[in-house]
């Protein structure tokens, strides 16, 4: 089942000298519980994909619908809920609030939704666990790994049990065996709970678990293939 269509999506941006392509000409389906990887060098337009995708920013023409809805058409305060009950993000550089505990920095948006003081608790404690971290629930970001603050940020990501995750570059500022242990994390939460995964990455880490490899060259998909 086609749960994302992106549909001959352009993201041009002009300045007073020149005129970029970023995203030129994409469409692509996304099935329902993928683990996929946008690859490609720098400048080719993956982390613009990847924000079209999470309504970050909206294409200059062309259509993008998540289960349907055609983000474009969404009101400001509509795609803000959209994003909130659907799409979980995953970024380079953590984004955990540094004065919450990482308990308190992934019940933030159960706390934006009005989740019940139970319901969060029971919810962080879930998610601390699945990261092998319960046992820091009340550790501030300083006092974490960069390891550990990014299994924070994908507990995070996932508190709103979210149907899709986009992660940008999630490994790029890990050692080896962190970027293992979070790609088992998110491949496992994947296989368990059919999460989409979608990642932009340059590293051959993410590319090797990945089950479908999607390559940009100059804002265009130049190979599509999937892996199992």
């Known amino acids: 089942m086609k749960v994302i ?45 990847l924000n079209l995708l999470g309504g970050l920013d909206l294409p200059t023409s062309g259509k993008i619908l998540i289960d349907g809805t055609d983000l474009s058409l969404l009101k400001s305060s509509q795609l803000i809920d959209f994003r909130m009950r659907n799409i979980g993000f995953v970024f380079q550089a953590y ?46 970001p300083s006092k974490l790994s960069g390891g550990q603050q990014q299994r924070i940020a994908v507990a995070r990501a996932l508190a709103s049990k979210p149907r899709f995750v986009l992660a940008d570059e999630p490994t790029a500022n890990l050692d080896s065996k962190s970027a293992s242990t979070l790609l088992e994390i998110m491949e496992k939460l994947n296989h368990e709970e059919k999460i989409t995964f979608i990642f932009s990455t340059h590293d051959p880490r993410v590319v090797k678990m990945a089950h479908r490899i999607i390559t940009l060259e100059d804002g265009k998909v130049v190979s599509d293939v999937r892996t199992e």
Do not use: C, H, W
């Open 5 to 49: 269509e992106i549909t001959d999506v352009y993201k041009i941006y002009n300045s007073s000298e020149i005129k970029v392509n970023a995203v030129n000409g994409v469409s692509l389906d996304f099935e329902e519980a993928e683990f996929a990887a946008i690859v490609g060098p720098s400048g080719s337009g993956k982390t613009t994909l």
């Open 95 to 140: 984004n955990l609030i540094p004065v919450l505990t990482a308990r308190e920095n992934i019940e933030f948006i159960m706390n934006l939704q009005k989740m019940s003081k139970a319901s969060r608790e029971e919810r962080s404690f879930e998610l601390l666990k699945a990261v092998g971290l319960d046992d820091r629930a009340g550790s501030r």
